[in-house]
Structure formats: structure tokens, C-alpha cells
């Protein structure tokens, strides 16, 4: 969604919850403190009822979550990823454990809260929730990806950890016809050279350099891993057939993320050369997300590199 | 803090404290009774709530069929376990002989308590998470127009969570008067006394100032729980009760100590003298 010239991942969140409220009367959105920022605050200027701040208790919002979904209310945590993980345990020992109808929705993930630095920067959340029973992961790439996974993963039943970033969204799936489906991957550009397999912003980066290695005759294939768990096998298999070689490119750690997920499958059904883009490091501070995205070398540019590597 | 452990206006019939005292022993009893088939259950924090957990589930918990209108019992000191299924199993939830089959890896019975097992409401195990569970209940228990009740069980120990002090202040602001929490005040936590550890005497105080009603009881006298119970249902805010317990109580062997565990040969003597 639009606003000035900005696509906002955390603005198409909050003003979509707002349109879900009225066609699910048991939605019920919870944060800590941080509805300003997140945007779950939209949500307050319909249903003040449903709408609970707890103040900065991320352990507590958590299980306060829990216990309304065990009396058949259908609760979404809104927080910022980074402090959702101090309530990790939380998450794994009650909502998964009990596998609860709780909707883990985080924003300002990866690098997006550029300016805050590494104590702000989530580097390491799809490792931790992909590792907890029940627990599903899905991660959009754009707000169009938002608007179309949004209201299903309102209707599904069971916990869902739901990664957004803050404001910096490139539209990368904005031409692109698909119905969002959890466990399904979704081919952005067929190829027959190379994959690239991503989730979230850095897509737009998969895209950029499968257009520069079209030029210098490399057909380039880019999956945007939407659901990170559970994960379209079948898919991420017939491309590795059919190139020979992936990349995986993601705003997370190499260690656990988007790229093991990859390799967990690929080395099960198809074994193929793999190169892994991401991060290995804490961030820093920066006056923006791209900067970031750059300094860390997580961009286009490191894909060609990869890429003219792999194909020599 | 009120005192509603008294013995004036006994709520209970002679009738009813010889039933509550004959299921509470025999369920002491079948705790020691699975110290022989796993030694490594928690018994010490078991005895202790023994008979709170009576009370509740024999004299105040009510079922119904729909989930808020039912009330809940949440065993945040979730080790207690074992006095919680041999009160399951003296009420039919569960049959005697799982009790024998606890931690058995093809039995019903895990060391902690989990959803699947009949009449638990709760999975725990992890201190510190049932306050905010119980929380969450209550308020939905109040959005849907229930009148279930949410009680939570927790431990001195317990306290030391961060997440416990997350929810005292949370309740308060929801201004929940259908949930009511026990803390166990049986003075030891894992690695010996609280005295030593981090000192429990300020935590009425503390729950008092932050705006809950704060009772207190015998928590091993039917009489001074319910006492306290009938009076926390009076309140129109969240109520807190701080019960006093031995660790270990009714179990010479480890009554009063730090010890959760004891031989088979000594539950043997225990069980023989009885």
C-alpha cells in the first residue's frame, strides 16, 4: 500500500487489520507497548474492546495471549521481533506446546530498524520459530504479499509467526498473479541457469540480479520462499533440478534461516551446489535499511559474484 | 494484609472436612506411593499442595461443558504434578493405575503437566507463566459474558520470574475479580531456603501496593483455605492468597527441607506405619 512514495510493510499491516476486524468479531490484537510503531494501534480506533496494550511485558503479552485463545478467542500478538524473543520460551513451552490459535505477527525485522542498531535488529528469529513444534513461518516480501497472506493466516487455526519489516518494501510481487497458500513457494521469474531462493525485502534483490544476469546470458529462476515453514519441497526440488545451482538470499542469519531451510531439503532430495547470502554478524546502525542491506553485502551484487562463481 | 484464614463463620460441615481429610491423605499417600515406580518426582512441592489442590477440586471447582463457564485450574508450579494426578485420579479424571506408570515413557503421565492429560487445563513445567495464562482465561472468561473462575497456583520460589511481576501489575488493570491465586509460601526453592536465596517476606506487600486483594491461609487446613476462598469471592478485584505450607508435609523424611525426593524403603515405612 501506498503512502507518499513509500511502500510501508508495518502501514499495510495496520490499515488491513483494521478492514479484518470487522469481518472476524473474536480477532483480538495485543502489544506491548508498541502500537504506535507497529501499527496495531489503527486497530484501537475501531475495537477499543479488543484492543490490549499490556504495557512492556513481552512474557506476559505472550501467555496473556495464550490463555484468551484457550477460551476460544483468536488473539494476534503484535510486537517488534527482536523483543518477541525474549519471550521465546514463552512461545515454545505454552503456544506451541499446547499448539494454540495465537497469531505471532513481528515488524521491524532484520535490518529495518536501521537506526536503533544491533540491539534492535532481529538477525535470528526464523531460526528459533522454525525449530518449535507447530509453530509455522511465513514471511512476505512486499505489502501486496501482505494483502494477500493476511487475511488467510487470520482464518487458519494453530500458531503462525508472521515476519514483517518496518517501512523499506520495494514492490516486488506487485505484477505477479497468486493466491498466497501456506506451504507453497511461489516462482516470481522461471529460469533454467540458476535459482535464487529469498523471503522478504531482499527479493527485490534476487530480481535486480536476475535481470543483470540475463544480460550476460544466465537465466536466472527466483522463488520468493513465502512460507518459510512449512516449506514447498516440491518446488524448491524441481528448480534444483531443472538449474543445477541455488542461491539463497535472506535479512536473517545464514545460521538457521531461509538458506538452511533450503539445504535441509535440497540435501534430502536433490543435492545441488549451494551458496548462502545473509548475515553473520550483529548489525549496526545506519541511516537506512539499504544501506544496511549493502554494507552487509546481502544485495544484487553479491548474487552476480555467487552466481558467475557457481556457473564457472 | 486481611486475615481470611480465620475460624469464625467455617463455610465447610464436619461431614465435608472428614471427606476432604480422608481424599487428601490417601492422595499423600499415593504420592509417597509413586516414589517406588520414579524416584525422581517431585514430592517435596507436591505434599505441600496437597491440600489446596483437595480443596479446589472437591470443593470449589465447578465443570460445565462450555469452556467459560467452567472454572480453571492452573498449576503454574507446575513440578507439584504428582499431588495434581493423584487428586485426578481420586476424581475420576484419570484411573489409579496411570499414577503407578508416571514418567513411564509409554504412560499418560509426564513429569510436568500437559494439556492432553484429563483434567489438566494447562501445560507447565516452565516457572513463572501460568499467572499470565490465567490472566488471558479470565479476560476471555469476561469478553464471552462466562462466569467461570480462574484459579492459579504458584510458588514462593516462583516469584523470582520477571514475567510473574509482568502479570501482578496486568490483572490489576484488568480489574479481574474471577481470578484468584495462591502463593505457596513453603520457604525452600530449588537450591535451598528462599531466607538465603531471595528473601519472600515483602511479596504481600509488594501484591498489595500494585492493588490486589491479599489474604492469607493455612495451606494445609481445609478450614483456613476455605475461609480464605469464600472470602476472596467477595472481592471485586483480582484476590491473592498467600498460603503457608511445609515442603514435604506429612513426610518426616523430608518435611520442612529442600528435599523433593526420598528412598523407596523410606515410602516404604511411611506407607507401612500409616
Redesign the interface.
Known amino acids: 500500500m501506498m503512502q507518499g512514495n513509500i511502500y510501508s510493510m508495518r502501514e499495510t499491516f495496520g490499515r488491513l487489520l483494521l478492514k479484518l476486524g470487522e469481518e472476524d468479531k473474536d480477532l483480538i490484537v495485543i502489544t506491548a507497548d508498541v502500537g504506535d510503531s507497529t501499527r496495531a494501534a489503527y486497530f484501537k480506533e475501531k475495537f477499543v474492546d479488543r484492543y490490549f496494550n499490556v504495557g512492556i511485558s513481552e512474557q506476559d503479552m505472550v501467555n496473556f495471549a495464550a490463555g484468551l485463545s484457550a477460551v476460544g478467542k483468536k488473539p494476534m500478538v503484535v510486537e517488534f521481533a527482536m523483543f518477541l524473543l525474549r519471550a521465546w520460551e514463552q512461545i515454545r513451552n505454552t503456544i506451541g506446546r499446547m499448539n494454540l490459535n495465537v497469531k505471532i505477527v513481528v515488524t521491524h525485522s532484520g535490518y529495518s530498524d536501521h537506526g536503533d542498531g544491533s540491539s534492535h535488529q532481529a538477525l535470528e528469529d526464523i531460526a528459533l520459530m522454525r525449530v518449535i513444534p507447530n509453530m509455522r513461518v511465513i514471511v512476505p516480501a512486499d505489502p501486496k504479499d501482505v494483502e494477500r497472506s493476511l487475511p488467510v493466516i487470520i482464518k487458519e487455526k494453530g500458531p503462525i509467526y508472521y515476519r514483517l519489516g518496518r517501512d523499506y518494501s520495494p514492490p516486488v510481487t506487485v505484477n505477479n498473479e497468486y493466491e498466497f497458500k501456506i506451504g507453497k513457494a511461489y516462482v516470481l521469474r522461471d529460469g533454467t541457469d540458476l535459482t535464487i531462493v529469498g523471503a522478504g525485502v531482499v527479493l527485490w534483490d534476487a530480481l535486480k540480479a536476475a535481470e543483470e544476469l540475463e544480460k550476460l546470458g544466465i537465466s536466472t529462476a527466483v522463488i520468493n520462499l513465502f512460507s518459510i515453514k512449512p516449506i514447498d519441497e516440491n518446488t524448491i526440488e524441481y528448480y534444483a533440478r531443472k538449474t543445477g545451482r541455488v542461491i539463497t538470499i535472506e535479512e536473517h542469519s545464514i545460521y538457521g534461516g531461509v538458506g538452511s531451510a533450503v539445504a535441509e531439503v535440497l540435501v534430502r532430495r536433490y543435492p545441488v551446489p549451494m551458496r548462502f547470502i545473509g548475515a553473520t554478524t550483529f548489525g549496526r546502525s545506519a541511516r537506512s535499511q539499504r544501506d544496511l542491506l549493502d554494507y552487509y553485502n546481502i544485495n544484487y551484487k553479491s548474487i552476480i559474484r555467487e552466481a558467475i562463481d557457481l556457473l564457472k | 494484609m486481611e486475615k481470611g484464614g480465620g475460624r469464625d463463620g467455617t463455610p465447610i460441615s464436619v461431614e465435608e472436612l472428614d471427606r476432604l481429610r480422608q481424599i487428601a491423605e490417601k492422595a499423600r499417600k499415593n504420592v509417597i506411593k509413586m516414589l517406588f515406580y520414579d524416584q525422581t518426582i517431585h514430592v517435596g512441592s507436591s505434599l505441600s499442595s496437597i491440600e489446596i489442590l483437595t480443596t479446589l477440586i472437591f470443593k470449589y471447582i465447578r465443570n460445565d461443558s462450555t469452556?467459560?463457564n467452567k472454572d480453571w485450574l492452573i498449576l503454574s508450579k507446575g513440578h507439584a504434578a504428582p499431588a495434581l494426578y493423584a487428586l485426578l485420579a481420586e476424581k475420576g479424571y484419570i484411573k489409579e493405575e496411570e499414577l503407578w506408570r508416571i514418567q513411564d515413557v509409554a504412560g499418560l503421565l509426564q513429569g510436568h503437566p500437559?494439556?492432553f492429560i484429563p483434567g489438566v487445563?494447562?501445560?507447565t513445567?516452565?516457572l513463572?507463566?501460568?499467572l499470565?495464562?490465567?490472566?488471558?482465561?479470565?479476560?476471555?472468561?469476561k469478553?464471552?459474558g462466562?462466569n467461570g473462575r480462574v484459579y492459579v497456583i504458584m510458588g514462593d520460589g516462583e516469584q523470582d520470574e520477571?514475567?510473574v511481576w509482568?502479570?501482578m501489575?496486568?490483572a490489576v488493570v484488568r480489574n479481574l475479580d474471577n481470578l484468584i491465586a495462591f502463593v505457596e509460601m513453603n520457604k525452600f526453592q530449588l537450591d535451598g531456603s528462599t531466607d538465603e536465596i531471595k528473601p519472600k517476606n515483602y511479596l504481600p506487600k509488594v501484591w498489595e501496593e500494585v492493588g490486589w486483594k491479599v489474604l492469607n491461609c493455612d495451606g494445609h487446613d481445609f478450614i483456613s483455605i476455605s475461609n480464605a476462598l469464600e472470602e476472596a469471592f467477595k472481592a471485586n478485584k483480582p484476590v491473592v492468597i498467600f498460603a503457608n505450607t511445609l515442603r514435604g508435609k506429612g513426610f518426616a523424611q523430608i518435611e520442612n527441607t529442600k528435599k523433593q525426593r526420598s528412598s523407596p524403603d523410606d515410602a516404604r515405612k511411611y506407607l507401612l506405619d500409616a
Request: aromatic share 4%.
Open positions: 469452556i467459560v500437559e494439556v487445563d494447562m501445560s513445567g516452565s513463572g507463566q501460568g499470565s495464562f490465567g490472566i488471558g482465561v479470565a479476560t476471555g472468561i469478553m464471552s462466562g520477571g514475567e509482568e502479570a501489575t496486568h
